[in-house]
């Protein structure tokens, strides 16, 4: 925890969807409540683009959860 591992990480796989893949944008998401990989997201640059109201499960009756998700394009991971 606190290295900096799951952000370089993330980098180098930011990298290799916009330069090997030829990607024009990367999505991501979280679970509501998970700080730590929404400070991951936006510390890779990241921006929140749209929440979602989900069921957990398949079967009626299963809570619902509200996942975030971010984007990042091409253009924006250029400038970062």
């Given at each position: 925890?606190?290295?900096?591992?799951?952000p370089?990480?993330?980098?180098?796989?930011?990298?290799?969807?916009?330069?090997?893949?030829?990607?024009?944008?990367?999505?991501?998401?979280?679970?509501?409540?998970?700080?730590?990989?929404?400070r991951?997201?936006?510390?890779?640059?990241?921006?929140?683009?749209?929440?979602?109201?989900?069921?957990?499960a398949?079967?009626d009756?299963?809570?619902?959860?509200?996942?975030?998700?971010?984007?990042?394009?091409?253009?924006?991971?250029e400038?970062d």
């Amino acid at each position: 925890w606190g290295q900096g591992l799951i952000p370089e990480a993330v980098r180098e796989l930011l990298r290799w969807c916009f330069t090997e893949r030829g990607a024009a944008r990367v999505w991501c998401g979280h679970s509501p409540g998970n700080d730590k990989s929404r400070r991951v997201i936006e510390k890779c640059g990241f921006k929140f683009a749209v929440s979602m109201t989900v069921r957990a499960a398949l079967l009626d009756g299963m809570p619902k959860y509200e996942p975030l998700y971010y984007k990042i394009t091409r253009k924006e991971w250029e400038h970062d």
